[in-house]
């Protein structure tokens, strides 16, 4: 017996729309398609969705608690496992309070519901300050100016790709990473329409890539740089007077303060670390704000860098002054189906910022968590309160974040270390419990992150496709067990005051829903339970919800789960000024945290043109972050941790292709085999991130066997840090390259 059932893949931000044939006999996958009749997505799917068959099968996932004894691993059943686990951090607690235990969420979390929702009382409830996440090894920077000049981090514009006339990106690959802080399924046909209709594509980044390639035009820049060629933009469209805010002018701040600072950023003067022609600049300027429309994007290239904030700034301030910010075909707002149900600003005026600073190098909190770079000084440097123990949930840092080896060395010190996670991985295997969660394939889904950030509005609700085995738990079971044991409480409890607080700022007077009570909507949120409640709850109260009557028009979670498609609710509409939550209600163009950090660029300007090799990373179709390359269908071909050279650099430093090179940073060094590419621009080279998986203890026989790799954030320096978000530097690491003998 077969059956189809269709729901979202839930590897990238694209969340497409698959349709998964089932044998039900055997509890098997037959095949993964593309669902044409997606809402969104229409029948578009990368060559990642298949692998989720390889994934949900693989023999390495774990499927029972391990523990580890003796330095191996043993299973052990889920109560013990728990008890274990709530004991040694409550022991840990007692006598060295909670900041002693810190925690560190990976990627997956963002595209996992449970953990979206059920993640903020798991955090409440072990109490700590010490926080960490794969945010700021992403888009840290991106978030901090978007709370600064909007006023909520998850205020990000995004591209309007489908009715753009002109797209400017900077440091996206989305071609290989299927977009990102801009959820587009099939990026590919989205662009070829663009250029159809018209529209021009402009790619600036220091290699040409999959999505350069296919662009209008293509310009190298000099890693880091993207802050200078952003303010040479701002710079002429001043200069020239083609500032043009329109309607956006009567609710913007400081566009004198940004005339101010672009004053100095002629594109003459920053030829040298932008590594572009000034006359370029000038006719990128004049394009960007002649086009009937235009649509300014950067992404990992723009914050994982020297200059991450500023460069993230000033994306949105060219958007800005060209009038493009909030305007169809420019950079929009998305309006999720789960809400807020209407622009109604809470106006809490700070930003959640420095309200702490970290032990060791006193780095600034942002949104309560501090900048991973820290977090193995924050356990072998013994900051002022020291960490002795580590919760990660799906994050593997040792292989994600800078100077893996510290890292390393840190967890293998640890007092207690707990890891939620499918894998026994390079991070993992430090464990002392790893609790692994249901396959992907076995729980519910929606996207609560990346309807956030949708180029277009659309809902989509995804069943699981098999039962999850009898005794497994899905991640917010897990996370609500853990802090319920810890606090001497049970996983109902938190359940309860987790949904309580949701409808506190639901329904009631002041909200979309102002005559009802918290008991009334909780009493029509049955039978749903876990994220399912929740999430009922959040569309039923939202922008296209029935506001909780059965018998209205409008969406609650069943009628969602009826559309098995998902729901398409239109083109990105304008937003502004209502969705601001600034302090002052108005856009702030020259938010001062943004600001001060211009002395530190005006410095490199000032520093001149030494331009060392540096090493960039870079993403393959195949390949996500460091945990995929255990699926033979997408490990299995050639090597892809390899080494991009420029050839006229290969010639210099007498490397040829196949050679293996040694690369050297402050913190470290990695020996890969060289490839040449004239899509390197001189003097930078390329090697991706997410490998080394040849480590002892690591349990993912695929990945080393067909695609080991090294790691390349043996390289990155923990020291390295974009200033005012703390966000590492991952892109522009100085580095000697050299022939490995
Ligand atoms: N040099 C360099 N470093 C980078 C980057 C770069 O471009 N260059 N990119 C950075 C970026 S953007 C990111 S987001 C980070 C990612 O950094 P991380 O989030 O730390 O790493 P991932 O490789 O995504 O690892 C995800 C982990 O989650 C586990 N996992 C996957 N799905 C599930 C699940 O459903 N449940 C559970 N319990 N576990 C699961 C996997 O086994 C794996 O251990 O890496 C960053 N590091
Ligand atoms: N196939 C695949 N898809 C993925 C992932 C994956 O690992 N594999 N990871 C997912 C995740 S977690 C994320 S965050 C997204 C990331 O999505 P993208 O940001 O699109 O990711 P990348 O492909 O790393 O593209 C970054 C580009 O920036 C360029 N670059 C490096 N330094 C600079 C610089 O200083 N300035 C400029 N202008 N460009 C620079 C690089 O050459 C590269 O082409 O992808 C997601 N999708
Ligand atoms: S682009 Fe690929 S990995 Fe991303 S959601 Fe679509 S099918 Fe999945
Ligand atoms: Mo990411």
């Known amino acids: 017996?077969?059956?189809?059932?269709?729901?979202?893949?839930?590897?990238?931000?694209?969340?497409?729309?698959?349709?998964?044939?089932?044998?039900?006999?055997?509890?098997?996958?037959?095949?993964?398609?593309?669902?044409?009749?997606?809402?969104?997505?229409?029948?578009?799917?990368?060559?990642?969705?298949?692998g989720l068959k390889g994934l949900h099968e693989d023999p390495d996932r774990l499927r029972a608690p391990l523990r580890r004894v003796d330095g191996s691993f043993r299973e052990i059943g889920w109560e013990e496992a728990l008890d274990l686990v709530a004991g040694r951090l409550r022991e840990i607690r007692e006598s060295h309070g909670p900041n002693a235990i810190a925690t560190y969420l990976g990627n997956p979390n963002a595209h996992d519901l449970g953990s979206a929702l059920f993640m903020p009382t798991f955090q409440r409830a072990l109490g700590t300050r010490w926080r960490f996440s794969a945010s700021s090894v992403d888009q840290l920077p991106k978030m901090l100016t978007c709370c600064a000049m909007f006023g909520a981090?998850?205020?990000?514009?995004?591209?309007?790709?489908d009715r753009t006339d002109f797209l400017l990106v900077l440091g996206a690959n989305p071609l290989a990473s299927n977009g990102s802080l801009m959820t587009a399924p099939d990026v590919p046909g989205r662009l070829r329409r663009l250029r159809e209709r018209g529209g021009r594509l402009v790619v600036v980044d220091p290699r040409r890539s999959e999505t350069a390639r296919i662009a209008d035009e293509h310009l190298f820049i000099r890693p880091g740089g993207d802050a200078f060629l952003l303010l040479a933009l701002v710079n002429v469209l001043f200069a020239e007077d083609r500032v043009a805010l329109g309607r956006l002018a009567a609710f913007t701040r400081g566009v004198d303060a940004v005339e101010r600072v672009?004053?100095?950023?002629?594109?003459?003067?920053?030829?040298?670390?932008?590594?572009?022609?000034?006359?370029?600049?000038?006719?990128?300027?004049?394009?960007?704000?002649?086009?009937?429309?235009a649509a300014c994007y950067g992404r990992i290239g723009t914050c994982t860098q020297e200059f991450g904030t500023l460069a993230s700034w000033a994306v949105d301030v060219l958007n800005v002054v060209t009038g493009n910010l909030d305007r169809p075909g420019g950079a929009m707002f998305a309006r999720p189906a789960h809400g807020p149900a209407e622009d109604v600003p809470r106006r809490k005026g700070r930003i959640p910022y420095a309200r702490w600073r970290s032990g060791v190098r006193e780095l600034p909190e942002f949104l309560g968590e501090l900048p991973v770079a820290a977090l193995a000084e924050e356990i072998d440097g013994r900051g002022t309160e020291g960490v002795r123990a580590l919760v990660t949930v799906a994050g593997n840092p040792v292989l994600s974040t800078p100077n893996g080896d510290r890292l390393a060395r840190a967890l293998a010190s640890l007092e207690f270390m707990v890891s939620v996670d499918i894998y026994?991985?390079?991070?993992?295997?430090?464990?002392?419990?790893?609790?692994?969660?249901?396959?992907?394939?076995?729980?519910?889904?929606?996207?609560?992150?990346?309807?956030?950030?949708?180029?277009?509005?659309?809902?989509?609700?995804?069943?699981?496709?098999?039962?999850?085995?009898?005794?497994?738990?899905?991640?917010?079971?897990?996370?609500?067990?853990?802090?319920?044991?810890?606090?001497?409480?049970?996983?109902a409890t938190l359940e309860e005051m987790t949904l309580a607080k949701l409808l506190e700022s639901t329904v009631g007077p002041g909200t979309a829903c102002p005559d009802l009570t918290p008991e009334e909507?909780?009493?029509?949120?049955?039978?749903?339970?876990?994220?399912?409640?929740?999430l009922d709850g959040m569309l039923r109260a939202g922008p296209w919800g029935d506001r909780f009557d059965d018998a209205a028009e409008g969406l609650s979670l069943a009628k969602l789960a009826a559309q098995q498609h998902g729901v398409d609710l239109g083109a990105l509409e304008p937003r502004l000024p209502e969705f601001l939550d600034t302090a002052s209600g108005a856009i702030e163009l020259a938010p001062e945290l943004v600001l001060e950090d211009l002395a530190r660029l005006r410095a490199a300007l000032a520093a001149g043109s030494e331009a060392p090799f540096v090493l960039i990373g870079r993403r393959h179709v195949r390949s996500n972050n460091s945990w995929m390359h255990n699926v033979h269908a997408l490990a299995k071909g050639p090597d892809r941790c390899t080494l991009l050279v420029n050839p006229e650099?290969?010639?210099?430093?007498?490397?040829?292709?196949?050679?293996?090179?040694?690369?050297?940073?402050?913190?470290?060094?990695?020996?890969?085999?060289?490839?040449?590419?004239?899509?390197?621009?001189?003097?930078?080279?390329?090697?991706?991130?997410?490998?080394?998986?040849?480590?002892?203890?690591?349990?993912?026989?695929?990945?080393?066997?067909?695609?080991?790799?090294?790691?390349?954030?043996?390289?990155?320096d923990e020291d390295h840090l974009d200033v005012p978000s703390g966000n590492a530097v991952l892109n522009g690491i100085p580095v000697e390259v050299a022939a490995a003998s």
């Open 153 to 161: 981090p998850l205020a990000v514009p995004v591209p309007d790709l």
């Open 424 to 491: 026994r991985n390079e991070t993992t295997r430090f464990a002392d419990v790893i609790l692994p969660t249901t396959s992907h394939l076995e729980h519910t889904n929606y996207d609560v992150a990346f309807h956030q950030l949708s180029v277009r509005n659309t809902a989509k609700w995804s069943p699981a496709v098999f039962e999850a085995p009898e005794g497994s738990r899905d991640l917010w079971e897990v996370l609500l067990e853990i802090g319920a044991r810890v606090n001497g409480t049970t996983a």
């Open 1 to 50: 017996m077969t059956d189809v059932v269709h729901r979202s893949c839930p590897l990238c931000e694209a969340h497409c729309g698959i349709s998964i044939e089932v044998d039900r006999a055997a509890g098997s996958v037959r095949t993964i398609r593309g669902d044409e009749h997606d809402a969104f997505s229409r029948g578009y799917l990368c060559p990642k969705a298949y």
């Open 649 to 716: 650099d290969a010639r210099r430093l007498g490397l040829a292709e196949g050679d293996r090179a040694r690369v050297r940073s402050r913190v470290g060094e990695v020996v890969a085999p060289v490839r040449l590419s004239d899509e390197m621009m001189a003097g930078v080279v390329s090697l991706p991130h997410g490998f080394g998986h040849a480590a002892e203890g690591v349990g993912l026989t695929v990945a080393q066997r067909h695609q080991p790799g090294v790691n390349s954030n043996l390289l990155t």
């Open 521 to 534: 909507a909780r009493e029509r949120l049955e039978p749903w339970r876990g994220p399912e409640r929740l």
């Open 262 to 293: 672009a004053r100095d950023f002629t594109p003459e003067a920053v030829e040298g670390p932008t590594g572009i022609p000034a006359e370029r600049i000038r006719a990128l300027a004049r394009a960007f704000a002649a086009a009937p429309s």
